[in-house]
């Protein structure tokens, strides 16, 4: 289980043995979340969840088939997205009069009602969001928690705004809010505006989040749309202005998926299966005591005290049957951030010793300080597992002024080339021809040089790279 050799089979392997989830459902695309996976994703979902609330944005639930007349109504929504919608197309034997899409995002089903919802200038901003599973019948591979059919955790965010300012300013608020996800979560990120031609369908633009995975390719891990006033004029989300005119609102999205535990999941695990961060790990400590015959009950009080020390974390004793070994094994499988063992020796002393999963590193600590210890390499932890998945990305970004050196780099090392670009789309699309690679896009960094390809006024910091 090399995570250096074989990405691909790395991921798969521990998502399968530490209980993420069961790769066996007999459809493509689709996967079972298990007990352990399904509580590292609800403790992902509360930071989350706890981000939007906390910036006013409003929770709802809205149903899941959409009736194909308002689905087909955003054309340029609509070509985006024909190659991937599943269908309804009967209920039991009798064939439907309107077909129903399973919504492959949300748009055309949130918009009908915001055009009911929304009268005047004072019902806006609009900001909600949704946690649902969304289909698309993605034909590129499927692979566990990044392609998916059935994308279970989809947290999409729509909202309005009854000027162009606000809705930009609310793009802003999203990035920001994206970033202080990701920044908690350790997954380090490259932020980039997707050129026009690759851009959400439906949207004025599109800001993208991308990180880079351990083989050297690029995973879009969340998206912020600009929709301006397209999707606004289609479903006739109309308001009266502050003038007493009718006016169509602004409208922004933002989504992310499951791709962020995937990416989390990749970025800190080693060949000795997950590494989670505290924040979102399930049992954040686990406590094995180290039993020898005839001595259980000095340790076994000690190990009492430890797990009082510790309330207030989450905190498992691993009383089980196994050897310590297979113990310490287990719980490294599951990516447990903390153990704590207490063996005879340590009962004896008072003392107990930690070890840190990310480095391994152990220390002895005394059971009276046994809470401000853990909680301070918990906090050690996090720091340091977010420092070096930064290095690592930065290490993964490479300049590049010519396409050969490009194509070298992404040949050898992969990553995410930064160069110049004239901005040109025919000369964008030759760039990825020739490099087989991606352009993530543009930063708003200024860019002065050649660019990397016609050599033409340099225009744009670019980003490009081979992706998932
Ligand atoms: N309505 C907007 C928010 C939307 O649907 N945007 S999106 O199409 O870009 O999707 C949002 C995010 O979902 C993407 O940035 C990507 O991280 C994730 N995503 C897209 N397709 C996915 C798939 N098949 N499996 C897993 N995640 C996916
Ligand atoms: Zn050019």
Redesign the pocket.
């Known amino acids: 289980m090399k995570k250096k050799e074989d990405f691909s089979t790395w991921l798969n392997d521990i998502i399968d043995r530490a209980g993420i989830l069961d790769i066996r459902y007999p459809i493509k695309g689709t996967y079972v979340w298990r007990p352990y996976g399904f509580k590292v994703r609800a403790n992902v979902l509360r930071i989350l969840r706890g981000l939007l609330d906390e910036t006013g944005h409003e929770e709802v639930l809205f149903p899941l088939l959409i009736p194909e007349e308002e689905f087909m109504k955003e054309a340029i929504h609509v070509k985006g997205f024909e190659d991937e919608v599943y269908w309804v197309t009967h209920g039991g034997l009798t064939p439907l009069n309107v077909k129903l899409a399973l919504r492959p995002t949300s748009e055309t089903a949130i918009y009908p009602m915001f055009a009911l919802w929304i009268r005047s200038h004072a019902d806006m901003p609009i900001k909600v969001y949704q946690v649902v599973n969304v289909f698309r019948y993605e034909t590129k591979a499927t692979r566990p928690l990044i392609r998916l059919r059935e994308i279970t955790t989809f947290k999409e965010a729509h909202t309005a705004h009854a000027t162009p300012e606000d809705a930009e300013r609310q793009v802003e608020e999203a990035l920001s809010i994206y970033k202080r996800f990701f920044d908690t979560l350790g997954i380090p990120y490259v932020v980039s505006k997707r050129p026009d031609w690759d851009k959400f369908p439906g949207a004025d633009y599109t800001i993208a989040f991308d990180t880079v995975l351990p083989d050297g390719r690029s995973l879009q891990i969340g998206t912020v749309h600009n929709l301006g006033t397209n999707f606004s004029k289609t479903f006739d989300i109309l308001f009266e202005n502050t003038q007493g005119e009718q006016e169509h609102a602004y409208q922004t999205c933002y989504g992310i998926s499951d791709r962020v535990i995937a990416s989390h999941i990749a970025i800190h695990g080693d060949d000795k299966g997950l590494s989670l961060m505290p924040e979102i790990a399930p049992v954040q400590c686990v406590i094995v005591p180290i039993i020898f015959k005839g001595r259980e009950e000095a340790v076994l009080r000690a190990v009492e005290k430890a797990e009082k020390a510790l309330k207030g974390l989450r905190v498992h004793v691993d009383r089980g049957e196994g050897t310590p070994g297979s113990k310490f094994y287990h719980w490294e499988m599951k990516g447990v951030p903390l153990r704590i063992e207490i063996g005879p020796r340590d009962a004896e002393k008072d003392t107990a010793v930690l070890v840190r999963r990310d480095t391994g590193e152990k220390k002895t600590v005394p059971l009276g300080d046994l809470s401000g210890s853990a909680a301070a390499a918990l906090r050690e932890m996090e720091a340091s597992m977010r420092k070096k998945a930064e290095d690592e990305l930065k290490a993964m970004i490479t300049e590049a002024a010519t396409l050969e050196e490009a194509a070298r780099i992404l040949r050898e090392k992969g990553g995410i080339i930064r160069t110049v ?2 901005g ?1 789309k025919e ?1 964008g699309v030759e760039i990825e021809e020739v490099l087989n690679a991606k352009l993530l896009g543009t930063n708003n960094e200024s860019a002065s040089g050649p ?1 990397i ?2 050599g ?1 006024k340099g225009r744009h910091i670019l980003h490009i790279s081979r992706s998932y």
């Open positions: 670009w004239c040109e000369c660019c390809h016609c033409g």
